[in-house]
């Protein structure tokens, strides 16, 4: 993926299209921030809704840099 540094945005979003994984962290207007830096990786995963019902997701995370 992209490389990114610590504080860099991601995503900016309204709403949880994409969700804060590994290393990210959400602002409070939804935004994405990485938390060190390294390569954006997307992955999917199945979460479960507040009504019981799954749901797939993609998460966000960043791999840290190798120093």
């Known amino acids: ?3 990114v540094n610590s ?3 991601l ?3 309204k709403g949880s ?3 804060a994984g590994k290393n990210t962290h959400t602002g409070k207007d939804w935004t994405i921030h990485a938390s060190v830096a ?3 990786v997307f992955s999917r995963r199945t979460m ?3 009504n019981g019902g799954r749901k797939e997701v993609t998460m966000v995370h960043v791999e840290a840099a190798k120093v």
């Open 11 to 13: 995503i900016r979003q």
């Open 48 to 50: 479960i809704a507040f």
């Open 1 to 3: 993926g992209q490389v």
């Open 38 to 40: 390294g390569n954006v």
């Open 7 to 9: 504080g860099e945005v």
């Open 17 to 19: 299209w994409f969700r």
